[in-house]
């Protein structure tokens, strides 16, 4: 099939193609119940129940393409996202709007030094060599760490009653800037071949950098999967669709559903253990003054929430899991 030449009319949802991000992804879209299949070595795959084409690219060009309006929808890192909006002008790019934070692929961009070194501090790399794969947030880092460092020196220098600047020209001006070199993968390896001072890298455990003999001393971003859309999509009605169906799989993911049995004397303590997301469900049972209540709970918080009800006088406790859901 010409898949190109069945686009027309659909709605362009551009997913990962691979790395961390691409199973999580995938596993919600089957929640969604989008339903495709992807042929071998084809980056386009056409769903079956809905006028959607998925388009897998790889999460760093993700925002480009929604930002420009070639694609309507895309899930990628936060991270990309600011990376694009760093490096491109304003002037230039069509803007890419979040719909949603989808709560997987958490991880943090760092400022990472080597553990035997004498760096304590981000500044320190002021003026010195810094590898990174993202370049336009690193840069706009250091440029703000270096314009710190230069509106504190000239505010030393009005202090001790020397002038900020001499013939007009700011002295400072000519400080060396921090050199930063782009590097595709592997960076935690810079600095012992000798590339760099410090890296700027994304960590998620941190284990890969301890392994480097690298720490971090300062934190640049903090990211997680999004859904992004672009300012003017194809169908907006459809993208609301496909981001009513994603909240309600994050939502089933994170709650589960308790059930249990309390004397209604009882039943205004248990509710405050089991509030629900807007309230819980109240059900009077065959036996006097007995009631059963139906709560949506935080799965993390499931098995402090069952202790809490049995130390107040609940009785027959169940825990259910949730396979989808819509709720504000």
């Known amino acids: 099939m010409d898949l190109v030449n069945h686009l027309e009319g659909r709605l362009l949802f551009a997913v990962p193609k691979k790395g961390r991000l691409q199973q999580a992804t995938l596993d919600l879209l089957s929640g969604s119940d989008i339903q495709f299949r992807r042929e071998t070595r084809l980056d386009i795959a056409l769903v079956k129940n809905h006028p959607i084409a998925l388009v897998f690219l790889p999460a760093a060009d993700i925002p480009t393409f929604v930002g420009e309006g070639r694609v309507d929808l895309g899930i990628t890192g936060r991270d990309q996202v600011a990376e694009y909006e760093a490096v491109i002008p304003a002037a230039e790019r069509?803007?890419?709007?979040?719909?949603?934070?989808?709560?997987?692929?958490?991880?943090?961009?760092?400022?990472?030094?080597?553990?035997?070194?004498?760096?304590?501090?981000?500044?320190?790399?002021?003026?010195?060599?810094?590898?990174?794969s993202f370049v336009g947030l690193t840069e706009r880092y250091f440029n703000m760490l270096e314009e710190r460092d230069r509106n504190s020196e000239i505010y030393r220098k009005m202090l001790e009653g020397k002038p900020p600047s001499v013939g007009g020209v700011d002295p400072l001006q000519n400080k060396l800037r921090t050199k930063v070199k782009f590097v595709g993968g592997s960076v935690e390896a810079a600095c012992a071949l000798g590339v760099a001072d410090g890296i700027v890298d994304l960590v998620e455990s941190g284990e890969t950098m301890k392994a480097a003999g690298l720490k971090a001393i300062a934190t640049v971003l903090s990211s997680t999967?999004?859904?992004?859309?672009?300012?003017?999509?194809?169908?907006?009605?459809?993208v609301n669709l496909i981001a009513s169906r994603i909240k309600g799989?994050?939502?089933?993911?994170?709650?589960?559903?308790c059930q249990y049995n309390i004397p209604r004397s009882l039943l205004q303590t248990a509710t405050k253990i089991t509030p629900g997301k807007r309230a819980p469900t109240i059900t009077a049972l065959e036996e006097?003054?007995?009631v059963a209540v139906s709560s949506m709970v935080e799965k993390k918080r499931i098995a402090t929430?069952?202790?809490?009800?049995?130390?107040?006088?609940a009785t027959d406790i169940l825990v259910l899991g949730i396979a989808n859901s819509r709720t504000e």
Not at 108 to 123: R, W
Not at 306 to 311: C, G, S
Request: glycine share 10%.
């Open 249 to 257: 799989v994050i939502t089933a993911q994170s709650f589960i559903l």
């Open 305 to 313: 929430v069952m202790d809490d009800l049995t130390a107040v006088g």
């Open 288 to 290: 006097a003054d007995w």
């Open 94 to 132: 069509g803007g890419v709007d979040e719909v949603l934070d989808l709560g997987f692929g958490k991880c943090e961009l760092q400022v990472q030094v080597p553990e035997k070194g004498n760096i304590t501090q981000a500044k320190e790399l002021v003026g010195r060599n810094v590898v990174t």
């Open 225 to 238: 999967a999004v859904l992004i859309k672009s300012k003017h999509p194809s169908n907006q009605k459809l």
